[in-house]
């Protein structure tokens, strides 16, 4: 019967009619098809965004130079609240006078007071309710005053109250490494070239607030297949929710379903030619310059650490345009401020290693006394195990 319908199909039609009512038939059933799963694809704006040079031959300023209203948390060391590395430390959120330090190594999340003394952990590692094991990703919803915990083994979303008790949870279909809240409705994700078959191969997803997708956006990288945590990420600060993708030298912001570029890194003769091979990229890291994964916003300065040979720190003055970096050729006193930053209301918070730093803390504790009393006030000598130090500060106009 099939083969005899189309038999009378092809004699009743002429060529051209034929081949327009395929179309129309297409076009109907990717519409209803589209239409019926309810996904959408976003829209991104080249635009032009705002160039930052991080040429090396470049005139900066020394970032140790304007740090300002410097403030120590020396964060308490006990055998509960040892952090594995100040390197693993993937977010530092500041609430109701308490920090939440998320250490991706451990899978922990250690809660301190503003003074610094250990409070608890958030979160245990399992697979029962209000457990992991693997956490991804922590975040304020400012909306309901909570503390998100994004878990990949297996997939869904911890919701915590301040204290840590668990509110519920929430089952995710799909994988992802960071996640933001831009709305009481509605949750953005970033993949980070995890596919699966919800998502197919875009690293941003849309969603409501129940975790189903409304829209997806970028194309996974031609030359990337593997998932990063050094470099590229989704990110939610007081000024909005940017994305920079991997490898990448374009920081987007997202607006509902729409992201817009917003600022471009020229690092000169270190920029990774595009379409780079990703085992090459990898292979010669040390030869080229990248954004890791850290986005700080204020009212007058966007920031990020990115790679150079050793970390840095960036910053840009988005109303003089001008620029500071922790570059040690400026200032050997920049290596303080060159670690991972987190932003909270306008002030920086930074990460510092004394345990790898003690002995550059030794030679240089003159100069440190006289520029940071209250910084040297908290170093130590000692060779036994520390958790590091939480700095806090903000930056004079430059």
Known sequence: MTQSFHRMFFINLPDKRLFSFFVIVATITLTISCSSSGIKEGYIEKGKPILINLDSGAKHYSLASLIDSLKIVDLE???NSIISDPAFVKRVIYKDDKFFVFDQRYFSIKVFNSQGKYLYDIGKLGVDRGQSLHMEDIELDFHHNLLMVLSNRPTKILQFTLDGHLVKEDKLD????????????SRVFYVNQNKTELSGKKNILLTDSNDVIKCKMFDFPKNIFSVSNASGGLYSTGQGIYFNPIFSDTFYRIVEDTAKAVFKIDYGSRNIPAGKPEMEIYRNLRSYSCQASTFATGKEYIGF?????????????????NIATSDLRSDSLNILFSNSMFENDGRVMMILDMNRLSGFLQRNA???QQRFPDLHAHMSVSKTKRNPLLLTFTLKTF
């Open 77 to 79: 060391t006990t055998d």
């Open 174 to 185: 799909f994988f992802a490494s960071s996640f933001a809240f831009p709305s009481d409705n």
């Open 366 to 368: 003159v100069s440190i």
């Open 305 to 321: 650490n990115y790679l150079s040979g050793n970390e840095y720190a960036a910053f840009l003055n988005t109303h003089s345009g």
